[in-house]
Every structure is written in structure tokens, then in C-alpha cells.
């Protein structure tokens, strides 16, 4: 009975790996990997572990019954790494590339190998019964990681086993999840490696810095489009492009000389002139606008040092083609004339480097940091976007716990 209820087709497998293939960034990747495979077999939580210098790193996790759906999730920015060898179920579908299914995890036979970890259950109060575990093959059936779906039911709510038919569509779609998150890695790394290289002028400007401000400004804008009714899958294809743009930023700082880039002091007033280029500079990479990504790059480059009252930059007459420096004592965009997402990545921009030493300051402490921030609501920061942020605070306490 339960299998017709939630009878899947092969066809609807490759229309969803249709849809995979168009995303991005690797954690909107993951996002829809696992609510895809979940679905097909109505599965009530699931995970995701990568492969990462020889070990799983576990990076994504849904689970109906502990946290909303779709709402902003703290714990998929938790670090928690498995060797890969026998004795976990994970570690042993890695090692083996065997796909594992089990139908309690309570009463896995004594002779396995592997054992089920209960500790999640223990912390969290959740009940894990049925597993079903499947390698994540890219090519040459080299495991990348593993995909883990928990707790299958009838769709009606009532736990029925993993099935042979749920088992097949799993393989066939986590062939198709594999390619997409091999991909999704690839871009994250060439967002990186291009932050490599400003990192190579300004050693502050690092992977975690860049990485943070990216995964902040997502999740402000996704806990922003909840409260405003845009669709999960508008959500989705938004906080993809919003992550990977806002970790460029300040891609425009390759641009300014070491002089006043490394400056261990505060800038004079002509080298400040000359730093506020970055954000032209970084307009200029993304001048083409071919696709949708280019374009909020571009607005996030060009507008992250705008103020909510006005008095940002760049000015508002400033000449983006001439690479115009400066156009001091004139006014920036001002409300909401500054792009959306420039206003959010202001603010993750802002309290990522409050939060951090640079070669010019120590690091603030919490308090001082959101003082700051609450101080500037409707001066420098939107004031909605900082209700927003406050309201997060412990998804992005959680992130800069992730990213160090
Ligand atoms: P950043 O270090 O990534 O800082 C980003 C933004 O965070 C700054 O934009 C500013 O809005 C805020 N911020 C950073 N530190 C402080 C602070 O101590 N107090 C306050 N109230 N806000 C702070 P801003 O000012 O437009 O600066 C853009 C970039 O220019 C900075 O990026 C940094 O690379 C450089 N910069 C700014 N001031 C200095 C300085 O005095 N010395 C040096 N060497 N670089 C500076
Ligand atoms: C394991 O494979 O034992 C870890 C997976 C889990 O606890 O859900
Ligand atoms: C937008 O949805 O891009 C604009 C929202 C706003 O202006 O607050
Ligand atoms: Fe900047
Ligand atoms: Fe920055």
C-alpha cells in the first residue's frame, strides 16, 4: 500500500537532476539533494556527509521533526567529522561504495561491523529507526561522500521500511545528486581561489572571512523573504546567487596598492579615496552582466559601502567604465535606491569585520559589535535588515563558530 501512495517515477528522478544541474553554489546543492531524496520516500530526516582530507565532514542536515522546513537551520553549519573505516554506518558505506539499508537502527545484528551512533538521538530527543545510506559516486565511481535518508514513511506519517523500489530511484538520483555537488564544489573553489589572490595582497581578506560573509548574507535573506511570502524555490535560486556574490565583495581589493591595502595604521583621508575604488574595481570584473549571477555581483561590489541615510559610497554620479576614484563630499545611494542585496551584504560585511583583527584594529567584543549595529539601524544598515539580523543572531553565531 505504502509503495503506491508513493510510487516515484524514474522520469521525475531526471527532471530533478534537470533542475539540480541548474544550481550553483554547493549548499543550495546539498539544500535540494536531500529534499529531493527524501521525497521519495517521504522520509522524515536525512544527511549529508562530504569526503574531505580523508575524512567525512558532515555538511548538511533536514530534519522535519526537530526543525521547521524551510526555515533558516543553525545545525547544518555544525562541524562534525567520521573517519571512514567500519565502524560507522556512514564510514562504512565511504569505504565499501556499498549502498546500506536498514530498517532499525536499534537492532542492527551484533555481527556487523558497524555500529548506529545514538548520540544525535540522545542530544536532540530524536527517534532514528529506518536508515537508508547511499555512496555519492562521482566519476570513475570515486566516493565523494555519502548521502544518508532516515526515517521512511507511508506519507500518512506511519514508519514503513525502506523499499527495494525506494533503494533503486536513491541510486539512480544519487549518481545524478553526485555530478551536481562535484560541480558545486569546483565553483566554490574558484570563488575562493579568486580570493586567494586577494589574499595574497591583503593576508586579512582570508577564505573564512570571505566564506562568512557569504553564508551571513544568505541567511539574512533567506529569514528576510520567509516573513515576505517568496516562494521556497524562489528562495532557493536567490540565496544561491546571494552566497557566491556576496563572498566576492570585495574582489575589487586586488586592485589597490599594498601601500595602503597592508596599511598596519588608519588610512589619510587621500589613501581612504584611493581604498573606496575597490568597490568600482569590483563592478568592473562583473561589467559584462551576461548572466544573472554577473549582475548581483556587480550590485554587491559596487554598492556593500552604501549607507541606508546616504552618506556611502560610491556617489551616486560615480562613472563605473572610467574606473572614477572618488567623488568625495558627494552623497551615495540612499534607502531602498540601494540594491536589496547590497544591503544585506552591508551588514554581514560590517559585522564580520568588527567581529576580526585587522592590520589597522583588534578584534571588538560581542557587546560592542551589536551596540554598533543596533546604534546604526536605519543610519548606515536598513533598519528591517537589522531586525532581520538580530533575530538570526544564533544561525550566524553558529556560522562564525563554522568558518575560523
Ligand atoms: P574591511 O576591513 O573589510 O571593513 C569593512 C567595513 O567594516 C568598513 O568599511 C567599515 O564600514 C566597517 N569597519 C571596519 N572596521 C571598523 C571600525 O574600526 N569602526 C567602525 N565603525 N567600522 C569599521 P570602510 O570603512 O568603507 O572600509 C573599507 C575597507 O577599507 C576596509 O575593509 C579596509 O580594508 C580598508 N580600511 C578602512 N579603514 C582603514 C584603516 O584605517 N586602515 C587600513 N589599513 N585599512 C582601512
Ligand atoms: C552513523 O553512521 O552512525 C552516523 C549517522 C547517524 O548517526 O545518523
Ligand atoms: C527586493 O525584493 O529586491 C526589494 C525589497 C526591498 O526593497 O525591501
Ligand atoms: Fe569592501
Ligand atoms: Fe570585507
Not at 541510486?171 to 560541480?183: D, L, N, P
Not at 573606496?276 to 551576461?290: E, I, K, N, Y
Request: hydrophobic residues 40%; charged residues 25%; proline residues 3%.
Amino acid at each position: 500500500m505504502s509503495d503506491v501512495q508513493r510510487e516515484v517515477s524514474l522520469e521525475r528522478v531526471l527532471d530533478i537532476a534537470d533542475e539540480l544541474n541548474q544550481l550553483k553554489d554547493i549548499d543550495t546543492i546539498l539544500d535540494r539533494v536531500l529534499l529531493e531524496s527524501r521525497r521519495l520516500s517521504c522520509a522524515r530526516a536525512g544527511s549529508i556527509f562530504l569526503r574531505e582530507n580523508g575524512l567525512l565532514r558532515f555538511r548538511y542536515v533536514h530534519n522535519d521533526d526537530l526543525y521547521a522546513q524551510d526555515s533558516n537551520n543553525k545545525h547544518i553549519y555544525t562541524n562534525l567529522e567520521v573517519p571512514i573505516d567500519e565502524k560507522s554506518i556512514v564510514g562504512y558505506v565511504a569505504l565499501t561504495g556499498e549502498t546500506l539499508t536498514i530498517e532499525d537502527a536499534y537492532r542492527i545484528p551484533p555481527e556487523a561491523p558497524y555500529h548506529f551512533n545514538s548520540s544525535f538521538d540522545v542530544k536532540t530527543g530524536f527517534h532514528t529507526r529506518s536508515l537508508l545510506t547511499i555512496p555519492l559516486k562521482a566519476a570513475q565511481n570515486q566516493v565523494i561522500g555519502v548521502l544518508q535518508i532516515i526515517n521512511s514513511t507511508d506519507c500518512a506519517g506511519t514508519p514503513v521500511p525502506f523499499t527495494h523500489h525506494d533503494e533503486m530511484l536513491a541510486t539512480v538520483f544519487a549518481r545524478h545528486a553526485a555530478a551536481a555537488i562535484e560541480r558545486g564544489l569546483m565553483t566554490r573553489e574558484m570563488v575562493l581561489r579568486m580570493m586567494q589572490m586577494a589574499a595574497l595582497r591583503d593576508p586579512k581578506e582570508t577564505g573564512a572571512h570571505v566564506q562568512r560573509v557569504g553564508a551571513y548574507s544568505a541567511e539574512i535573506y533567506h529569514r528576510w523573504a520567509l516573513s515576505h511570502g517568496v516562494s521556497i524555490d524562489e528562495i532557493r535560486k536567490r540565496k544561491d546567487l546571494i552566497r557566491l556574490a556576496a563572498m566576492l565583495h570585495d574582489v575589487g581589493k586586488v586592485g589597490i596598492a599594498d601601500s595602503i591595502l597592508k596599511k598596519p595604521a588608519k588610512l589619510t583621508e587621500e589613501e581612504f579615496a584611493v581604498m573606496r575604488c575597490h568597490t568600482v574595481f569590483g563592478a568592473d570584473l562583473f561589467s559584462h552582466a551576461g548572466s544573472e549571477l554577473d549582475a548581483v555581483c556587480r550590485e554587491i561590489a559596487l554598492h556593500h559601502h552604501q549607507r541606508w541615510d546616504g552618506r556611502g559610497y560610491p556617489c551616486e554620479a560615480v562613472d563605473v567604465d572610467n574606473l572614477v576614484p572618488t567623488c568625495a563630499g558627494n552623497p551615495g545611494l540612499a534607502g531602498e535606491d540601494i540594491p536589496f542585496v547590497a544591503r544585506i551584504t552591508a551588514i554581514a560585511d560590517v559585522f564580520d569585520a568588527l567581529c576580526s583583527s585587522r592590520s589597522y584594529k583588534e578584534a571588538w567584543s560581542d557587546d560592542r559589535v551589536l551596540a554598533i549595529l543596533r546604534d546604526e539601524r536605519g543610519k548606515q544598515f536598513d533598519p528591517e535588515l537589522i531586525d532581520v539580523f538580530f533575530d538570526l543572531l544564533d544561525v550566524i553565531l553558529a556560522i562564525r563558530d563554522k568558518f575560523v
